[in-house]
């Protein structure tokens, strides 16, 4: 991976489900920030799937 990847940083941006149009879509600046738009359902389905495995892993 480029370094420049690497040292880049990355933005979430939540949006409205919209039918026909993906999941999440990356914007790249030209100082290598991506600014990635993710659909509010998906971000809150992976926050509950974090909290699980978290849970889960302290509950050892």
């Known amino acids: 991976m480029p370094a420049s990847r690497k040292s880049g940083k990355v933005f979430y941006m939540l949006k409205p489900v919209r039918e026909g149009l993906p999941p999440?879509?990356?914007i790249r600046l030209p100082d290598g920030t991506i600014i990635r738009r993710v659909d509010v359902a998906i971000h809150k389905r992976?926050?509950?799937n974090a909290a699980k495995a978290l849970k889960e892993r302290?509950?050892?």
Do not use: M, Y
């Open 24 to 26: 999440f879509s990356d």
């Open 46 to 48: 992976a926050l509950s």
């Open 58 to 60: 302290l509950d050892r």
